[in-house]
């Protein structure tokens, strides 16, 4: 689709118009170039199988494509950016294989087809996501030609952190320990936070350190991340109930079986979905003095509330 590119305030900008269709399309397909390239072939070969099983598993590829476009908004070269982009997929597909498992979320189906410890069992599952980690820290420390040693350091500082218990390890295990329980907004937005929102954040943060963003870009784009990975989540959550199974890639309707605390079981349906345009548009407000240069930006924001799957 060809949409106006608008500022935040939905004035028009400096552009007569941004094809977003053509930008997410295009970056896409050099996403998963650079994807397939990562996992050459290696011994043991059936842990690499295990591991591009997943990885090239298709998807949106939404974190890698936030930082590519970070990169560019702080004016760096998107080139630069992709061992980074990259390595950030293979921490979310760490995540998925992990969450996948039967003691977390016991998952059969992922992306539509079966998940990685139904293929390849549960013990080669954990070693490709732990793989999988692995290999995005050398991503960004060994295969990223061109960066400033100090910028690559401060991209493996937030990944680290965003990998770990201040991130996805502790929003999915405050997520285990509230299943089945009564749970409050907050408690909610903190697993959010972490478990969705801190590597949405991260893929956001990283594109802009590799292309050098300033200080006041970076605190802007914090905001911006915090807003699209809350929002995010509450379409997760809306999705949950109101998607098949077939349509979503994934098992429909889990965090109902789990009892799970969810944005439309304490708002209800309606008040989400106006939350999460509120988060949007919060998002994309605090990018109006970049907004001539932000349109990728601002186009992946309001395509998270928009997205049916």
């Given amino acids: 689709m060809t949409v106006a590119a608008t500022s935040p305030d939905n ?12 930008y997410l399309a295009k970056a896409k397909a050099t996403v998963e170039e650079a994807l397939d ?35 560019e908004l702080a004016g760096g070269d998107a080139a630069q950016a992709m061992p980074t982009a990259v390595a950030l997929e293979m921490i979310h597909t760490m ?14 189906l992922r992306r539509g087809r ?26 960004v420390a060994l295969r990223s030609p061109g960066v400033q040693p100090e910028r690559l350091l401060k991209v493996v500082g937030e990944l680290s952190l965003v990998a770990g218990a201040p991130g996805l390890g502790g929003g999915q295990g405050v997520d285990l320990e509230r299943e089945g329980k009564q749970g409050d907004l907050e408690t909610l937005e903190y697993i959010h936070l972490h478990k969705t929102g801190a590597l949405l954040s991260a893929c956001v943060i ?21 807003g699209i990975g809350l929002a995010f989540q509450i379409i997760d959550d809306i999705l949950d109930i109101t998607a098949s199974s077939e349509v979503l890639g994934k098992t429909a309707g889990k965090d109902l079986i789990a009892d799970k605390t969810t944005y439309p079981k304490l708002l209800g349906l309606e008040e989400s979905r106006k939350r999460a345009k509120d988060l949007v ?6 990018l109006k003095p970049w907004a001539a240069k932000a349109q990728p930006l601002l186009a992946l924001a309001d395509y998270i509330t928009s997205r049916d799957r």
């Fill in 11 to 22: 004035t028009p900008g400096v552009a007569d118009s941004f094809d977003f269709k053509a």
């Fill in 37 to 71: 390239q990562s996992l050459l072939p290696e011994r043991p070969e059936s842990l690499r199988e295990a591991m591009r099983y997943s990885l090239l598993a298709g998807g949106k590829r939404l974190r890698p494509i936030l930082c590519l476009a970070a990169c």
């Fill in 95 to 108: 995540s998925l294989i992990h969450d996948d498992l039967p003691a977390m979320d016991d998952d059969d």
């Fill in 114 to 139: 079966p998940t990685n410890h139904k293929v390849y069992g549960e013990a080669v599952a954990i070693l490709a996501g732990d793989a999988l980690l692995t290999r995005a820290f050398e991503m």
């Fill in 206 to 226: 990283t594109g802009a350190m590799i292309g050098g963003a300033n200080d006041e870009l970076i605190a802007a784009l914090r905001v911006y991340a915090r």
């Fill in 281 to 286: 548009h919060e998002s994309k407000e605090v």
